[in-house]
Structure formats: C-alpha cells, structure tokens
C-alpha cells in the first residue's frame, strides 16, 4: 500500500509529464528524489517574526530564539513611533501584543518602552520589550540575515532606516522588504549592497518590481491557487521565489516545494529546517507512535525543540 508520501510524489510526477505508463513505484522515487532536490535548493529559512510560534512574536527573545535553531534569516516589522523613531511591531496598534493600547505611531519611544511585550504570549517573558531597530541589527549582526519588512513609505522613512542599518547592521546581510517600486528604486541606490524581497501588492506587480531591481518576489499560497501560472512569471524573470509558510509540517513545505521555491518563511523556523532536511535525505515521516516507542525502547532523551 502506497503511503501519502508516495501519492504526493506521483502527483508531482504526473505534473512534471512523466510518463503513464511507467511503473508506479518508480514514479513515487523519481517524485521523491524532485522534492530532494528542491528541499536543498531552498537558499533562506526566514523566521518570522522571529521564531515566534514559541517565543512572542517581534522580540529579542524570539529573534535569538531564531539564531539558536539555526534560522538563516529574521522577519521584522519596522515602524514609527509618534516621535519617529524606529521600532519593531507587526500590527499598527499596540493592544494585541503588549499591555498597552492605541496606536504606535501615536505613542512616543519613551511610552512605548515601558509596555509589556511578552505576557501576553506568555508570563514568563513579562520582562519583554518593543525593541527598536537598532536593538535587533545590532543582536542579528554576524548571527544572522534581518529581514526589514518595512510598515511606512516615505523618502524620510526610508532614509532613516537606511542610516540604522549603515550604522549599527551590515547592508550585506540585510534584506529589504519593499512594498512600491518607488521605494524598491531608493533602497537600490540608497543601500546597494542590500538584498530586496518584493512584498508585492499584487500579481500584476510582478515585472515592474524585478525591472525596478528586486531579487526575490513574494507570492501568497492563495494567489497562487488562484492563478498557478503565477509561478512560472516569476522563475521566467530568473529572480528568487519566497513562499509564506507557517508549521514548517511535512504536507504544507512539501505543498510550497512543487513551486521551485528559493526562499521560505514559518513561525517555527526550527520545525522548518529540520522538514527540509528530512525531505532532502528522503526520510519517510516519522509516526508520534514510533517516535515514543523508540524512546521507550532504548532510553533515548530528546531535547526540547
């Protein structure tokens, strides 16, 4: 009896026109040895928001976390305070992930540090600030790729966090989130030896962000049900591809490598990367029930993950 592991490789087969006839068990290894292969060419594991399926998201708790499980890169969301200063947050307001409420572009730097960044994850990481940029590229250098998901627009913007990561980061090790073409155009002559990911509105972006110098082009998994042959626009152009995941489970990254994906992303970065590995050695997925049994059988002490 073929397990789903088997299915999923002869449905990529078929996929990839081979041939009907052909015996299946083959099929199903020629569909593993694919997935093999697009597994090692998965070039960054960004974390993101740190590793935040077990550490509160945007913290220095979770982008540290992010390095020790061996992440490639960190996902942070760069915004303004009232008084501009940089700081990481996803959401424009501050109720869901701190104790504080309102909006962050109307609380000042010195309001905003003294909200609690973590309980609301987690007790433990009460002591948990809204970090400033500053603060993550300074943890992440020579640790670790940051990437800048860049929450404002603006020439200012732009320019101040050009200087934060001139200052206090590394350009090279720097990824650059654009979300206009006009904002992909500064950051190539204001930061040069940075990378760019295209956060792009829409699919109908997508040439004029690569044109405009982008590496690597961000399509939603729902955008790409919708319109698979969105995926071929984007490796036809010869730039990088970056999958949104967030388990890092077998099914979903085993779904995002049929996309020839250069770059994927989970809120579990460790979960990801040890997937990865497993489809690029073709191990088989391995049941809870035997996992326990193992332990059970020769006393074996796993780690946490």
């Given at each position: 009896m073929m397990n789903k592991r088997m299915i999923v490789a002869m449905g990529l087969g078929m996929a990839l026109g081979w041939g009907a006839g052909e015996d299946r068990a083959v099929v199903a290894e020629r569909g593993a040895d694919s997935l093999a292969k697009r597994a090692?060419?998965?070039?960054?594991?960004?974390?993101?928001?740190?590793?935040?399926?077990?550490?509160?998201?945007?913290?220095?708790?979770?982008?540290?976390?992010?390095?020790?499980?061996?992440?490639?890169?960190?996902?942070v969301d760069v915004r303004w305070t009232k008084d501009r200063q940089l700081v990481i947050l996803h959401d424009a307001t501050l109720d869901r992930t701190t104790n504080g409420t309102g909006k962050i572009g109307a609380t000042t730097l010195v309001e905003v540090r003294r909200l609690d960044a973590g309980s609301w994850f987690d007790a433990k990481y009460r002591a948990e600030k809204v970090p400033t940029l500053r603060e993550v590229l300074e943890t992440g250098r020579g640790r670790i790729d940051v990437l800048l998901d860049l929450k404002e627009q603006g020439a200012d913007y732009d320019q101040q966090v050009v200087g934060e990561v001139k200052r206090f980061g590394d350009p090279k090790k720097t990824i650059v989130g654009v979300r206009s073409v006009a904002q992909a155009r500064r950051f190539r002559k204001l930061l040069p030896g940075s990378r760019q990911l295209?956060?792009?509105?829409?699919?109908?972006?997508?040439?004029?962000?690569?044109?405009?110098?982008?590496?690597?082009?961000?399509?939603?998994?729902?955008?790409?049900?919708?319109?698979?042959?969105?995926?071929?626009?984007?490796?036809?152009?010869?730039?990088?591809?970056?999958?949104?995941?967030?388990?890092?489970?077998?099914?979903?990254?085993?779904?995002?490598?049929?996309?020839?994906?250069?770059?994927?992303?989970?809120?579990?970065?460790?979960?990801?990367?040890?997937?990865?590995?497993?489809?690029?050695?073709?191990?088989?997925?391995?049941?809870?029930?035997?996992?326990?049994?193992?332990?059970?059988?020769?006393?074996?002490?796993?780690?946490?993950?």
């Amino acid at each position: 009896m073929m397990n789903k592991r088997m299915i999923v490789a002869m449905g990529l087969g078929m996929a990839l026109g081979w041939g009907a006839g052909e015996d299946r068990a083959v099929v199903a290894e020629r569909g593993a040895d694919s997935l093999a292969k697009r597994a090692l060419a998965v070039r960054q594991v960004i974390a993101h928001r740190g590793s935040s399926s077990d550490r509160p998201e945007c913290t220095l708790v979770s982008l540290r976390r992010a390095i020790e499980v061996g992440a490639t890169a960190s996902e942070v969301d760069v915004r303004w305070t009232k008084d501009r200063q940089l700081v990481i947050l996803h959401d424009a307001t501050l109720d869901r992930t701190t104790n504080g409420t309102g909006k962050i572009g109307a609380t000042t730097l010195v309001e905003v540090r003294r909200l609690d960044a973590g309980s609301w994850f987690d007790a433990k990481y009460r002591a948990e600030k809204v970090p400033t940029l500053r603060e993550v590229l300074e943890t992440g250098r020579g640790r670790i790729d940051v990437l800048l998901d860049l929450k404002e627009q603006g020439a200012d913007y732009d320019q101040q966090v050009v200087g934060e990561v001139k200052r206090f980061g590394d350009p090279k090790k720097t990824i650059v989130g654009v979300r206009s073409v006009a904002q992909a155009r500064r950051f190539r002559k204001l930061l040069p030896g940075s990378r760019q990911l295209g956060l792009i509105p829409d699919p109908k972006s997508i040439e004029a962000f690569v044109e405009a110098g982008v590496e690597t082009i961000r399509l939603w998994p729902r955008w790409i049900k919708a319109e698979p042959k969105l995926v071929e626009r984007v490796h036809r152009l010869k730039v990088g591809l970056h999958v949104n995941g967030s388990k890092g489970a077998r099914a979903e990254v085993e779904a995002a490598l049929a996309h020839r994906p250069t770059s994927l992303s989970s809120d579990d970065p460790g979960r990801l990367i040890k997937t990865l590995k497993a489809i690029s050695q073709n191990k088989k997925p391995t049941s809870r029930r035997s996992r326990v049994f193992s332990r059970a059988a020769f006393g074996t002490r796993l780690g946490r993950g």
